[in-house]
Each structure stands twice: as C-alpha cells, then as structure tokens.
T-cell receptor, first 112, second 111 residues
Framework: ETGVTQSPTHLIKTRGQQVTLRCSSQ?????VSWYQQALGQGPQFIFQ???????GRGNFPPRFSGLQFPNYSSELNVNALELDDSALYLC???????????FGPGTRLTVT | QQQVKQSPQSLIVQKGGISIINCAYE??????FPWYQQFPGKGPALLIA?????SEKKEGRFTISFNKSAKQFSLHIMDSQPGDSATYFC??????????FGGGTRLMVKP
C-alpha cells in the first residue's frame, strides 16, 4: 500500500453537475499527478501539480482543473460533467524530478 | 496518439509457467519504463522499472528485458502464481512528468 489517499471512494453525479475529488500525497512527496482511467483502458494523464502550479497537462479540456495546497495535497475539479467522464480517477504522488509515481486507490465517478 | 502499444490484451498461463507481456514505444525521449500491476478496484502498483541504458533488470520472479534499438520492452513473470492474476500496464515517461500507459494485459494464472 502506498501512502497516497483519495476521497471519496465512489461518487454518482448527474450530467451537467460539478465534482471535486481530493488527494493526499505520500509523505516526502511534493508533486501530484492526476489520471483518468476509463473501464478496460490504461490511465490517461490529466495534469500535474508542483509548487501549487500546473506543471504539465494532457489532452483534457479546460473544464478539468486542479489545485495544489501548501501541504502538497491536491484537488481535481470537473465542471459540466458529461457521461464520458465516468471513470476511475487516479492520483499519483512523486518527488519533483523523480520518475517513480505512486498511485492512490482512486475515486470511481459515475455520471448519469 | 497511442505512443505505447501493449500486447497481448489477455493472457492465460498455467501455474508455474512463464507469463510474457510485450510493449513497443515510439517516442525516443522516453527515459524510464515502469510496469504497474492493478487488481480490480485498486490503483496501479509500481512493480518494476528500467532505464534505457540497461538491457535487463530482475527483481524476484519479475524481469524486464529492454531493446533500445527496436524500441521494445517486455515483462517476464517466472513461476507464475494464481495471486499474479491481475491487469498489467507498461508505461513510459520523460522528464518525470507524464506517464504514458499501454492498453493493459489481463493475466489469468490457472491453478
């Protein structure tokens, strides 16, 4: 088990609503990355946060946004939810400049 | 654009056999190649990783073979056990930023 925690575990939202997912990084790690994993597929990189700023972004629209706090924890916000946003959202923590990323258990989001 | 291609999509192996999963990449800027193991309802767990200056890395029953000229790498699981049944993902990264994952291989080890 890594020291990365995520909340909530499961979430059901309606199309058009907004959602906030939370992640606490492993002790000693200052960088948080978010990934979206659709059913039966590999995770897709959303963005990475370091020093409370976005430090790289994948091919996701602006309605996916994030925050990082001084204690290195992070939030992922998704506005105007679409049915295709239904997925497992994974948070990974790492030390800046290190390649090893350690994943949390994920948040299962269902959009109806 | 799928920059990391993984095969096979599924694999059935008898207990004690060798499981082999292959990956190919396109981006020559990748400089770190990890493998992750994921059980249903869990996040991916880092299993083993290799850098392109090494052709092979072994940790217990898990071995990565790396062919830089062919831009291919593979995971070998020796003496496969039923507890190894999971989905395995290869991945690649450059500059410690974005992990690019393969599509995954669902491994079933029959007792």
């Amino acid at each position: 088990e890594t020291g990365v925690t995520q909340s909530p575990t499961h979430l059901i939202k309606t199309r058009g609503q907004q959602v906030t997912l939370r992640c606490s990084s492993q002790s000693g790690h200052n960088t948080v990355s978010w990934y979206q994993q659709a059913l039966g597929q590999g995770p897709q990189f959303i963005f990475q946060y370091y020093r409370e700023e976005e430090n790289g972004r994948g091919n996701f629209p602006p309605r996916f946004s994030g925050l990082q706090f001084p204690n290195y924890s992070s939030e992922l916000n998704v506005n105007a939810l679409e049915l295709d946003d239904s997925a497992l959202y994974l948070c990974a923590s790492s030390r800046q400049g290190a390649d090893e990323q350690y994943f949390g258990p994920g948040t299962r989001l269902t959009v109806t | 654009q799928q920059q990391v291609k993984q095969s096979p999509q599924s694999l059935i192996v008898q207990k004690g056999g060798i499981s082999i999963i292959n990956c190919a990449y396109e981006n020559t800027a990748f400089d770190y190649f990890p493998w992750y193991q994921q059980f249903p309802g869990k996040g991916p767990a880092l299993l083993i990783a290799i850098r392109p200056d090494v052709s092979e890395k072994k940790e217990g029953r898990f071995t990565i073979s790396f062919n830089k000229s062919a831009k291919q790498f593979s995971l070998h699981i020796m003496d496969s056990q039923p507890g190894d049944s999971a989905t395995y993902f290869c991945a690649a990264i450059s500059a410690g930023n974005m992990l690019t994952f393969g599509g995954g291989t669902r491994l079933m080890v029959k007792p």
